[in-house]
T-cell receptor, first 114, second 109 residues
Framework: KAGVTQTPRYLIKTRGQQVTLSCSPI?????VSWYQQTPGQGLQFLFE???????NKGNFPGRFSGRQFSNSRSEMNVSTLELGDSALYLC?????????????FGSGTQLSVL | DAKTTQPPSMDCAEGRAANLPCNHS???????VYWYRQIHSQGPQYIIH???NNETNEMASLIITEDRKSSTLILPHATLRDTAVYYC??????????FGTGTSLTVIP
């Protein structure tokens, strides 16, 4: 069974641009969540989607948004990029988000904002 | 959500058992304890999880105290490839994990 797949692996953008990151969860998984990891703030939760609906949202500005498609694939978008948005963005999936379920992470997309 | 406290760093000799402690004194009765590890710039890797009973799998053992306020992850025979940051997480329903700062484990040859 394929794991969580994130594309692209590396991305370089300039300030003010927007970016879209893609995540394909493990087959059968309907819950997809996104995390941002920076050296200063560590791993921080962005949002979670389940059955195409946002179920939870972390403390990030509205420039960060996401969506989930009917096949459970998810995208996250960051508009008006800032230097501080440079980070490793991680996607994770589980069957439905229940407490007893394992959460599986992808390898991440390393975003650099110049 | 329950938060966790872990020592920032630990060393372990190769071939010896690595015992990583975690405090989670505000854990609720239905919240699981999960352990993940992360090697630099890779996604966190699942290790083990448990609710009340001790658990063991091919990677590690998890010991949870009777009052569930703390736990210990045990890597029975540490290798150099076990050098990583280890995160103890109390998981609520949903996938909004709070990772904390974790423990940086260094396995020494």
């Amino acid at each position: 069974k394929a794991g969580v797949t994130q594309t692209p692996r590396y991305l370089i953008k300039t300030r003010g641009q927007q970016v879209t990151l893609s995540c394909s969860p493990i087959s059968g998984h309907r819950s997809v969540s996104w995390y941002q990891q920076t050296p200063g703030q560590g791993l921080q939760f962005l949002f979670e989607y389940f059955s195409e609906t946002q179920r939870n949202k972390g403390n990030f500005p509205g420039r960060f948004s996401g969506r989930q498609f009917s096949n459970s694939r998810s995208e996250m978008n960051v508009s008006t990029l800032e230097l501080g948005d440079s980070a490793l963005y991680l996607c994770a999936s589980s069957l439905s988000g229940q407490s007893a379920e394992k959460l599986f992470f992808g390898s991440g997309t390393q975003l650099s904002v110049l | 959500d329950a938060k966790t406290t872990q020592p920032p760093s630990m060393d372990c000799a190769e071939g010896r058992a690595a015992n990583l402690p975690c405090n989670h004194s505000t854990i609720s009765g239905n919240e699981y304890v999960y352990w993940y590890r992360q090697i630099h710039s890779q996604g966190p890797q699942y290790i083990i999880h448990g609710l009340k009973n001790n658990e063991t799998n091919e990677m590690a053992s998890l010991i949870i105290t009777e009052d569930r306020k703390s736990s210990t992850l045990i890597l029975p025979h540490a290798t150099l490839r076990d050098t990583a940051v280890y995160y103890c997480i109390v998981r609520p329903t949903g996938n909004q994990f709070y990772f904390g700062t974790g423990t940086s484990l260094t396995v020494i040859p």
